[in-house]
């Protein structure tokens, strides 16, 4: 099973300060690699596949890097929506989920 | 609007058989793919499976001997059944689905079940 490590667990930032979000891999699983937001009592939201493109309506200051076994999503300036839970999730050896970032309001 | 919704029982008794269905509108179920996922109370996210529109299946190693995911296109929509539930099946469970079998776009609000006596 590739196991994938998200870090830091949590990042404390303010309105308008850029995140820097890393998800490493236990193998390479080449760009099969997708992140999510997750809010409160709402499902995941994708919002980048294949490692860097953007789901349908991401806004331009969200964006995913990265390939092999080492992944970054970063968020330009940070938004009141943006404090939430993310995940990277991998396909290329069935699913598995990292154990997610909070990104919490300094 | 695509949207999916998950309904079955909310409790289950251990050693019994959980059973769900998500209902699908707005889209088509041709050529997508339709996956269950789960999250157990206040913790990260778990792959159950997947299929295709076809029928083809694929599960979570760790889950397979007790998973099964069905289609009914006539009725738009998949069910999950899980055999032989503990405490640790407790979780809200999620139907997803998407055009490719690599993540997912769209999302139900998910259901909460509860495995007890």
């Known amino acids: 099973e590739i196991v994938l490590t998200q870090s830091p667990a949590t990042l404390s930032l303010s309105p308008g300060e850029r995140a820097t979000l890393s998800c490493r891999a236990s193998q390479s699983v080449s760009t099969s690699l997708a992140w999510y937001r997750q809010k409160p009592g709402q499902p995941p939201r994708l919002l980048i596949y294949g490692a860097s493109n953007r789901a349908g309506g991401i806004p331009a200051r969200i964006s995913g890097s990265g390939s092999g076994t080492d992944f970054t999503l970063t968020i330009t300036s940070l938004e009141p929506e943006d404090f939430a839970v993310y995940y990277c999730?991998?396909?290329?050896?069935?699913?598995?989920f990292g154990q997610g970032t909070r990104v919490d309001i300094k | 609007q695509v949207q999916l919704r998950e309904s079955g029982p909310g409790l289950v008794k251990p050693s019994e058989t959980l059973s769900l269905t998500c209902a699908v509108s707005?889209?088509?179920?041709?050529?997508?793919?339709w996956s269950w996922i789960r999250q157990s109370p206040g913790k990260g996210l778990e792959w159950i499976g997947s299929?295709?529109?076809?029928?083809?299946?694929s599960y979570s190693p760790s889950l397979q001997s007790r998973v099964t995911i069905s289609i009914d296109t006539s009725k738009s929509q998949f069910s999950l059944r899980l055999a032989s539930v503990t405490a640790a099946d407790t979780a809200v469970y999620f139907c997803?689905?998407?055009?490719?079998?690599?993540?997912?776009?769209?999302w139900g609000q998910g259901a909460l079940v509860t495995v007890s006596s």
């Open positions: 999730q991998q396909s290329s050896d069935w699913w598995t």
């Open positions: 299929l295709h529109y076809s029928g083809s299946t």
């Open positions: 997803a689905g998407d055009s490719r079998n690599t993540w997912s776009f769209y």
């Open positions: 707005g889209v088509s179920m041709s050529r997508h793919y």
